[in-house]
């Protein structure tokens, strides 16, 4: 009899075999954090009851190392012991702990010194389902700072609005600045053109992404308008299924002029009346640029408008400093708490 060929059949039960062995990779996974995050409990404790804790401390870390290794194997040399102590430190509530984070996520978050910023990223890093290389070049790029410094940079003439509103996800809840394209491995110069950086995005546009956050997927680039009379042509169009509402971004290489923000400002009107659904909320509109004028952003319908937006983009790693360095100018010329 002539066997019958069925992909279908085959994809389906590859499917389902692909699928029982992630599911149980990761409940291994997990079962060994849990185990760390004991062991570590176990340390802290026993070192509480210590007379001299730093000096039994590290007695009992060296014994406990020798005597587990003996056992079990590689993984409980000493500097393994003491993360799995810091482990516990950093995440003292047992139930606080992700399932769907692995042990070397949780290694690099236990590095951050800030209580908030590890929480964040240990939530961001499940919702969003980060590999462990994702979250290091988030925590790298200071992904939480600029996302804070964003929320920061509000006029105060909204903060009675900001704390009375509810606690639905907002634009600005999403919108960072800047922006951190190192990925494109691009250089800043005079023969650097807008179209350089468009293309240079779509190619990396996993990476992108990445950068921009959760819930966005790409819908076009040089999305064309047509009116009765012109055509105009949008940069990048996203939708983010968290807001329900399409995003446009236009690059700009330069300084942030008004003609910019005149030009977004339409686009969203048109993008608003021409292509968004009657079930999508309101179209987000961000200028990318190189530089920012902040008397354009103060005095324009940037201003007044929650849907416009105008971040900067850098093509390398920034620092932390360079960040705090940010929020400060901002916090002057904006006059802001």
């Not at 075999?17 to 849990?34: P, T």
């Not at 042990?103 to 919702?127: F, G, V």
Request: with cysteine; aromatic share 12%; charged share 30%.
């Amino acid at each position: 009899m002539k066997p019958v060929k069925n992909d279908d059949l085959y994809l389906n039960i590859k499917n389902i075999l692909q699928s029982a062995r992630d599911n149980a990779y990761r409940q291994v996974n997990f079962i060994m954090v849990e185990a760390y995050w004991n062991i570590g409990q176990q340390i802290v404790e026993e070192e509480q009851n210590g007379k001299d804790r730093a000096e039994y401390g590290s007695y009992l870390i060296k014994e406990l190392s020798t005597k587990l290794t003996k056992d079990f194997g590689k993984g409980f040399t000493q500097q393994n012991l003491r993360n799995m102590r810091q482990f516990y430190n950093c995440f003292p509530i047992r139930s606080t702990l992700c399932g769907e984070l692995s042990w070397s996520h949780y290694r690099l978050i236990m590095r951050l010194d800030n209580p908030q910023a590890r929480l964040w990223y240990t939530e961001e890093s499940a919702k969003a389902s980060w590999s462990v290389r994702a979250l290091e070049r988030q925590i790298g790029t200071h992904y939480y700072e600029r996302l804070l410094s964003s929320k920061e940079k509000q006029p105060v003439i909204n903060e009675a609005k900001e704390n009375t509103k509810d606690l639905q996800l907002t634009p600005k809840d999403i919108i960072k600045d800047p922006y951190v394209l190192e990925f494109l491995d691009l250089k800043q110069n005079n023969a650097f053109y807008e179209s350089d950086l468009e293309s240079a995005l779509i190619e990396k546009i996993q990476e992108f992404l990445l950068e921009l956050g959760r819930g966005f997927a790409f819908v076009a680039r040089q999305k064309r308008i047509k009116t009765e009379t012109s055509d105009f042509y949008i940069d990048l169009v996203f939708y983010n299924y968290m807001l329900k509402c399409f995003v446009i971004i236009d690059l700009k290489k330069g300084k942030l002029t008004h003609q910019d923000v005149g030009q977004m400002d339409m686009y969203v009107r048109m993008y608003n009346d021409l292509e968004k659904a009657e079930n999508d909320n309101p179209t987000i509109g961000i200028i990318l640029c190189a530089d920012k004028d902040n008397t354009v952003v103060k005095y324009s319908v940037l201003n007044d408008n929650e849907n416009l937006f105008v971040s900067k983009y850098q093509l390398y790693l920034p620092s932390e400093e360079e960040l705090k360095a940010e929020i400060e100018r901002d916090v002057l010329e904006f006059g802001l708490k």
